[in-house]
């Protein structure tokens, strides 16, 4: 079957660093997105990993392990507007970019 | 630059009527187009995909139906809508296949009466 497991809710204070985990179990693999969406918009993009390793881009960094089948989203010095929840879709395999989403990670960012 | 619409916005519907929501691209060319669902608190569900004019993919089965009448026209309807359709609807695009990202258009929140 199709799982991918991401915490609900996390909480964090402003100029933090918080990490949220993701761990998958999907027939194929062919690489993994991270997207934020804030309440009532459409996901924007923030990552893809498809080797394994951690892949930095400015605050966000993200980091794949495709053995243990686990992908991490790291944000540094998070400020007020991070306040998001933050998705985690596997590519499957097969082609034409079907994706499977998470339940995405609600996190609150608080001064 | 490449962009997304979606219309309407916000739509509040009565159970058994029809529905139409419409999504297109601009920008670019043969993308590949994808129907979102996203119920509350869940997350996004596939519904359909299509690579090209005419062709249409269902991920999941149920009342609804998706077509593709031009190249960067994609299109979500049912005949009869059951309370179960709410939710948030999100169309996107991508190119080619393997790791490109998809990118979202603004959704259609539908309520369902």
């Known amino acids: 079957g199709q799982n991918i497991d991401q915490p609900t809710e996390m909480t964090a204070t402003e100029g933090a660093i918080v990490q949220i985990n993701c761990t998958y179990q999907t027939s194929g693999f062919n690489g993994l997105f991270w997207y934020q969406q804030h309440a009532g918009e459409a996901p924007t993009f923030l990552s893809y990993?498809?080797?394994?390793g951690l892949e930095e881009k400015g605050r966000f960094s993200s980091f794949l392990s495709r053995s243990k089948g686990y992908s991490y989203l790291l944000l540094k010095e998070l400020q007020m507007k991070d306040s998001a929840s933050y998705l985690c879709?596997?590519?499957?395999?097969?082609?034409?970019?079907?994706?499977?989403f998470g339940a995405g990670t609600r996190l609150a960012v608080h001064p | 630059s490449q962009t997304i619409h979606q219309w309407p916005a916000t739509l509040v519907q009565p159970v058994g009527s029809p529905l139409s929501l419409e999504c297109t691209v601009e920008?670019?060319?043969?993308?590949?187009l994808y129907w979102y669902r996203q119920a509350a608190g869940r997350g996004l569900q596939l519904l359909f995909y299509s690579v090209g004019i005419g062709q249409i993919s269902s991920e999941v089965p149920q009342n609804l139906s998706a077509s593709r009448p031009q190249d960067r026209q994609f299109i979500l309807s049912s005949k009869k809508l059951l309370l179960s359709d709410s939710g948030f609807y999100l169309c996107a695009w991508s190119t080619g296949t393997g790791g490109n990202e998809q990118f979202f258009g603004p959704g259609t929140r539908l309520t369902v009466l």
């Open positions: 879709a596997v590519i499957r395999g097969g082609g034409y970019n079907k994706l499977i």
């Open positions: 920008g670019t060319s043969n993308p590949n």
């Open positions: 990993n498809v080797l394994d």
